[in-house]
Each structure stands twice: as C-alpha cells, then as structure tokens.
C-alpha cells in the first residue's frame, strides 16, 4: 500500500536516474508506474488518463530528454502538473460587504460536515469573528444535539432544533445574526445522497431563501472512483464554491482531491487532519501533490518545522544526535516542542527516509495527549535518571509511575521509544554521510 | 442466521442503478473493434477499476480475458461478460458466512474510521436481530464524538433496544464492562457494541480497541464473537488498508459495506477479500431501520454485470 507505491516509484526513477538520458521508451514506462500510482491513489481514471497525456506532452523532448538529472526532472514534472491541476493555495472566503456573511455545507452522509462546520466557526472565532452556527439537519438523530455539543465546546452560539424546517432554522439564524451582529453564520445540512432529488431539491430552496455567500463541498479523502460522479451532480444540481476535504490526517493518499477539483473547477478551501475542532488547515497544493504521488512531504515538513523551532535548538540536538549523546532531558524538550507541531509520528512520516526504510516504529505514532504523559514521567525523574536513563530499575519505575500519575506500562513505553529514537537517531547519522548536511536535524532534512 | 431471509426489492433496486453502467460498457467496449486488442482491455480495465476493484484485480482480469481470448473463447460481448461474471464470483468465493450468535449473550463489536455507518448499523441490526425474536442490548463505547450517545440513544429508543451508556468523556472499557456485566445479568441473546470512529493510522486509538476486545473477552470468554469493520462504499483503495490494519489490530470476524444505495459499488471489497479472506456479512442500503441485507455475492456482483 502506502510504502510499496513510494518504492515503486523511487525504484523506477532510481533506474532512470541510471540512465542519464531518457529515451521515449524510458517516459513510457515512468508514466505506466504513475498511471497505476495515481489509480492506487484513487484519482478517477478518466482524470488519470488526461493527466499522463499531459505530462507526456511536457516531457518528451523537451524538459526530461535535455536534463542532466531526467529522474528528477520527471518527478518535477510530474508534481508541478499535479500541483498546477490541484490549484492555488490559501483560497479565502470572503466576508460579504453587508453581514452576515452566510456558509453552506452540504455533502454525503458521514463525510464530516458537522464537524467542519465547527471548525470552520472556530477558523473565524480565531480571526476574532463572531460565527453563528445554524443546524439545519433535522433528520440524522441527535445532529442538532452534535452541533450543540461542539458549539457549547468553542463558545459559539447555535440555532436550531430537531422540531423545526431546515429553512426555518437559517432564517432564524439570519434574525439572530442581525440581531447580535454575528458573522459568519456557518449552515450545517444534513448528509444525502447526490441522487436523491427531494433532498437536492431542499439545498435548492435553502439556496434560494438564505442566499448563502459560500456553498462547500465537504468530501472525505478517502472517497474513491465515484468521487467524480458524487461532485458533479452536487455542484449541477446545487452548485459548489468551493471544497473541504476531510479525514487527511489517515493515510489515504487522497486522488479524489484533483478528481473533484477536475469536475467541479472549484478550488479546494481547506482540509480537515483530526476530529478536534483545531485540526483544520488551509488547502497546500504543493502537499497534497506529494501525498498523492507518495513522495515525503519535505516541504510541509521543513514549513512546520521553521514556524515552531529555534533554530539554535535544533543545531544543538543535531550536535547530540552527531555525538550521540542524547539524552532524556533532551527528549522531555523535543517532545514539547514537537506538541506545538503535531504527532510525531506524522511529522516522521513526511521524511522519505523513515517512510521508504523500515517506516516508523507503531510506538512513536503518538497522538498529543501521549505526549503530554510523556512530559509528565520524565518530570518525575531525577537529573541523573535523565542523563543516564539505564540506571532506572523497577522500584525507581514504580516510583516514576506514581509521581506522574501515569503506570509502570507507560514509563515502560516511554523508556522503549527513547531507545528506538536513539537507534534511529544513528541511522540518521549515517544518512548524513549520503545526503548531505545534517545541520539542525531532524528539523531541516536534506531536500532529494 | 434466520433473519433477513430474502433480498428486498430495496437492494435490487438499488443495485439497478449500478447495474446498468458495467453492462452499457460493455456493449460500448465491444463495439469499439469487436476483436480483444489492446484498446479493448484498456477499456475494460478503465471499467474495472472505475468500480474501485483496483488497478491489481483488473490487471489480473485482463490476463484472464487474454488467455480466454487465445482460445478463441471470447468473441461476443456475451462472452466477456460471462468471463466477468465467473471471474469475480470466483474472488468472492467464500465472502458469505452468517453471523455468530449461538452464545448467549453473543457479544458484536462494531468498529471502523469516522463516519462509515457504525452507528446506523448498531441500530438496524439491533432491530433486525430484534425482528427476529432475539433479545438485544445496546453499548454506547463511542465516548468521545459529541452527542455520539444521543445518536445511539435516539436509535435505541426508535428500534426499542435498551441501550447502556455512560457520561461522555468516560472510558469507553467502563462501558463494555458495564454492557457485559447488564448482558449477562439480563440474560440477553446480543449484545452490540457501537466504537468511535478511528483511523487506523492512530496506534493509540487501535489500542484501545484491542483493550475494548480484551475486556469483553476477560468476562464473557470467546467475546466478542464478531469483532466487524464498517466500511463506507464510496470507499476507494484505502479500504485496504483500513482491513489490513483493523484486522492486524483486533482481529476482525468480517466487514459490513455499507451506503450500497449511492452511486458508488464497494468494489474495494473483492480485494480486501482476496488479500484478508474476510467474509462480507453485511450490506447496508439506506438510512432507514430497514435498510440492511446479508450480504449476496450474486446480487453484488449482478449489480456489476448484466444477468
Ligand atoms: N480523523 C478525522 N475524522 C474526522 C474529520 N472530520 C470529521 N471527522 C469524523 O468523521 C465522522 C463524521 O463526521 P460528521 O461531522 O458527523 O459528518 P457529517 O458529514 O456531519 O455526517 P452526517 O451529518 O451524518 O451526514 C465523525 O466521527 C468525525 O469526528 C477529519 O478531518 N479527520
Ligand atoms: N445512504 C446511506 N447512509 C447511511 C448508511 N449507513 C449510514 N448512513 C448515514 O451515514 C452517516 C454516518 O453514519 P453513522 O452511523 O453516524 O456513522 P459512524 O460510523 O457511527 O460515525 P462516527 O461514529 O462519527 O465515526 C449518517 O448520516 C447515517 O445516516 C447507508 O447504508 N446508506
Ligand atoms: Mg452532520
Ligand atoms: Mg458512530
């Protein structure tokens, strides 16, 4: 799956790279292994189909036969294509010259538009906006109840009742946001199928009535081939602005994102990484080409890392990591700063090293609050505990455990991670020897 | 299993829709040149895989064509669709296999990623085992999506199925204890389990799921009897990985396909199949309490192909 298709890819243009020059026959078949890849990455095939021809087109003759590098040069092609068809970044909503300014969503059944709404709501609450939230789903049981839930969550007020008609809730909605001078109102809808027409009928009339200013398509990455069909018919039947798409935080390669793009012509507004209502990020095309093509994400990578280390910090821990003499205390840091990051896990994953190698040990796939524990133990540890964590035995683990509320297990886990960072933290030492500089590791990884 | 003893015209219906698509390809493939050449099978596979059966198991019913092809076995658009026909009812050899339910209580754990069906699922089958005179409780373990215990409550109280349940935020292995413990003193026949939604990406969250299963387990030896993974038709090739994982984490008895009634055709579930030989127990159709079939490898693969 995930790690095969990078290999695949990595083997073929390793082979081209031998080659120093391409020939037509070389393309051909670089293009076969990214045709299957994009099929594997669930684009549509018809999308799929369009895209080789136009990376042949650009290829042949020119850009890869002249270069000194083709492997790359074919990889480069390929992703800028991608990410010219992906489209812009950082597509804005925005706010009407009259508020409120009124959002839709709508999508199938379980794609995550309630949550989306929430965290939509939270996106403008933090540009110091006031949203409304209006729960127009009257038919899932408790999806008011759900919206109510996460307003009550972020302090965002919410209007609606199971009792009430969808339009009656987003008029309602639009008097109480005039009333208290509250915009955007952000329109929850219920999930439906994009062949059931009384139901299409109903966005229709919403439509129509409330005049929303923004109309998403809420779309789960990892829809497959019938992504192109389910967004055609919302955007002709309905008409979309623009697209969210949900649940990129998994490892969904996530092609349905250029075959919709590709249907509907519509950018891609955002992306949903996480059930909480902060794990919402502008749409990167740059990222969502290397995710689709499975290359690391280097430059998501190095963007994160530039926004939250000190740039002293990390030469100093590469110093450690060259000299081997990391210890837990330098751990306990790593780990808050990483928090400000996200998951380590993910952050390892968008290194090509760790994902074409062995992949990354199931242990240190961390979600926040693991590390949060984390803090907590080595907290409890005394300096020399820190420095020398071999001398801790089961009375001083016992004794860990309790001081940080935690159990002997996880004191245990975190004691294993330590070890396996350490062991991959000399595997890196000696990719350095290979790729280059290992200045401010793991914070800024070689570009291949 | 007694219950669901015939396909409704719900299903059939519903896989109308898909049906007509492969065969109108078909027709239209073969009328492309009449002979089997290499435009052919591209737009066989083109058709295939638009079904998310996945570039491998198209490429392997290409080779399958071919062969047929040099044995002068293939030369109306009948045969192909024939070929196609054996082809995929031979992958799922084996998909169908009823429900366990011969303990009492016989404990169902419903798991997968977020907003598959989990939910819906526990309350039509819930009402489904109900319908057939079988006695069921309910557990909430989803804690953490919000109002997710309303949305199980509400189905509960519609099918009139008890459902336990804590506060929100509390630990989901305190429920199932709870469930099992209520399960037993009750003397109920089912006892379904709703999780929260996960990615199987998240090891933390795959391990308390393999902690949900070591509860039940730890008090009704052999719980829980069926450890199924919903998974959502539009689903494309992650649906692989999400088995893979699900399976290597819990260890699953079977998978549910739900949202069938769409435009999209589970064809995910012919490779998680082959590569896991997980049955395929359940299909859901609709969001009404009726709307869930057991699962027929026919129907399925009628929905494919012309009959
Ligand atoms: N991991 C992850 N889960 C998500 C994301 N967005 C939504 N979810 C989860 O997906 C599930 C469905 O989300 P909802 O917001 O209820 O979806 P919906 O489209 O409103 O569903 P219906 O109203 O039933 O059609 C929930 O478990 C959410 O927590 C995301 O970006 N990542
Ligand atoms: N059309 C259709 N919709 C379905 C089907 N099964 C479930 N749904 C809908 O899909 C949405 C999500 O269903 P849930 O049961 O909440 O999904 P879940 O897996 O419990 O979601 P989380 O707990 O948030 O992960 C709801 O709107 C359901 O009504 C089905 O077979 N067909
Ligand atoms: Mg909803
Ligand atoms: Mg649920």
Redesign the interface.
Known sequence: ??DTLTQRLTAIFDRLRGYGRLTEENIQEALREVR?AL????V???VVKAFIERVRARAVGQDVLQSLTPGQQIVKVVHDELMELLGGSGHRLAMAPHPPTVIMLMG?????K?TSAAKLARHFQRQGQHPLLAAADV?????V??????GG?LQIPVVGSAGQKPLEICQEALRTAADRGLSPVIVDTAGR???DEPMLEELRTLKREVRPHHVLLVA?A??????V??AERFNSAVGTDAVIMT?L?????G??ALSIRQVTGRPIAFVGVG?KPDAFEPFHPDRMASRILGMGDVVSLVEKAQASVDQAKAEELAKKIREESFTLEDFAQQLRQLRSMGPL?ELLEMVPFFKGAKGIP??L???E??LRRYEAIIGSMTPRERLEPQIINGSRRTRIARGSGTSVQDVNRLLKQYAQLKKMMRGLKQLEGRAGTLKGLPFQIPRR | MKFLPALTDCLRQSLERSRNFLSDGLNAVWSLGGVVDEALLEELEELLISADLGADVAREFLELVREEARHGRVSTPEDLRSTLGRFLEEALAGAVAPLALDQRPSVILVLGVNGGGKTTTCGKLAAALKGDGKSVLLAAADTFRAAAIDQLEAWGKRVGVEVIHQAPGSDPAAVVFDAAKAAVARGVDVLIVDTAGRLHTKSNLMEELAKLKRVVGRQLPGAPHESLMVLDATTGQNGLAQAKTFHAGVGLTGLILTKLDGTAKGGIVVRIHRELGLPIKLVGTGERVEDLQPFDPKVFVGGLLPE
Do not use: C, W
Not at chain 1, 139 to 143: D, E, I, L, T
Not at chain 1, 249 to 253: C, E, I, K, S
């Open positions: 799956m995930f299957v099929l594997e990455a669930d549509n095939f018809r199938l059944q379980g794609s995550g309630t038919y899932r049981p408790a999806a109840e759900q919206l109510k839930t996460l969550q199928l994009h062949i789960d990892m829809t497959g081939q019938d992504a069909t389910m649940k935080d998994g490892d969904a390669r092609g349905a059930e896990g199931a242990e796939r961390g979600e609050s693991e």
